[in-house]
């Protein structure tokens, strides 16, 4: 017993150490952002900010020429994370089900073809996807970031709901089509309803990849009025870089915030969305 508490004690020591250096860079963006522009660069470094300012994030969403689409840029992140969310939910449920619980020529192709998708590195198809946004006529729009960006998390989200589908119980769906329920019935009334821990876990994923893609949004996006967060907070360094870190720190803390409150709202559901979509393959 002494042997299993010593293995147990300097395990935890070992991941709050861990964790306390991971934590220390976020840490010192927040308190960054939060101190006066003469007390930013100091020796040694205040990680206490006294007195605590909130003039950088006034300036960063409202005051300064160089930042007046911050405050747009954060809307057109959460409209195109949002979008994305209800896209590769909806399309990766519907595609899912059928290739885990119904029978037709093909089906394991189909799962080899999207699976082995995953492998492709994103760079590859930037080319062939901006072409056909263009042809589209989709550039420097809220679509031609939503959709690109969700075909992106389109065949995780296939995979990880499969992986759960097939986990449940064929006796569920089989009294219900003893009673009369069509394959589509069954499928809203009965399989999404049970499903809601992947579900959440999904869209939180799509919701963060979303939120922090950078390199797609630079290539599609061409008005200013319609950059992305990331986007925006990459001029904002290129304007403040010379002169103070406080705006830059307060944009990167308010582009760090959404993401913070969905993880600590939901965070038992990602681990048990997980958990429960890999119990059989």
């Known amino acids: 017993m002494k042997r299993v508490d010593t293995q147990r004690i300097v395990l935890t020591a070992a991941l709050t150490a861990l964790a306390v250096l991971w934590l220390l860079p976020v840490v010192w963006v927040a308190v960054t952002s939060l101190k006066p522009t003469e007390h930013i660069v100091r020796l040694p470094p ?5 007195p605590a ?14 930042t ?19 896209i590769v939910v909806g399309t990766s449920a519907m595609a899912a089900y059928p290739l885990a619980r119904m029978r037709f020529p093909g089906r394991d192709l189909v ?13 590859v198809v930037l080319v062939p996807q901006y072409v056909l946004t263009q042809r589209l006529g989709w550039l420097s729009t809220y679509q031609g970031l939503i959709v690109p960006e969700a075909a992106m ?39 999404l ?18 939120w922090n893609d950078f390199l797609w949004p630079l290539i599609a996006v061409n008005k ?12 904002l360094r290129g304007a403040y870089a010379s002169e103070s870190y406080g705006p830059i720190m307060a944009g990167a803390t308010l582009s760090a915030l959404p993401l913070l409150i969905v993880f600590l709202v939901a965070n038992r559901r990602i681990v048990e969305g997980v958990r429960l979509s890999g119990l059989k393959g």
């Open 111 to 123: 799962f080899v073809l999207l699976v082995g998708s995953l492998m492709v590195p994103n760079a």
């Open 153 to 191: 998390t389109f065949a995780f989200g296939v995979f990880l709901l499969r992986q759960f589908f097939l986990t449940m119980p064929r006796e569920l769906e089989d009294a219900a089509r003893i009673d009369g329920a069509s394959a589509w019935s069954v499928f809203t009334r009965i399989v």
């Open 68 to 86: 007046a689409r911050i405050g747009r840029a954060f809307v057109n992140s959460l409209v195109v994370s949002l979008g994305t969310v209800v």
């Open 193 to 210: 309803p049970l499903s809601q821990p992947v579900l959440g876990a999904l869209a939180i994923f799509a919701f963060r990849s979303a």
């Open 53 to 66: 300012t909130g003039a950088h994030y006034h300036e960063v969403l409202f005051s300064s020429s160089r």
């Open 224 to 235: 200013p009025d319609m950059f992305p967060l990331p986007v925006a907070l990459a001029l």
């Open 46 to 50: 205040e990680w206490i900010p006294w």
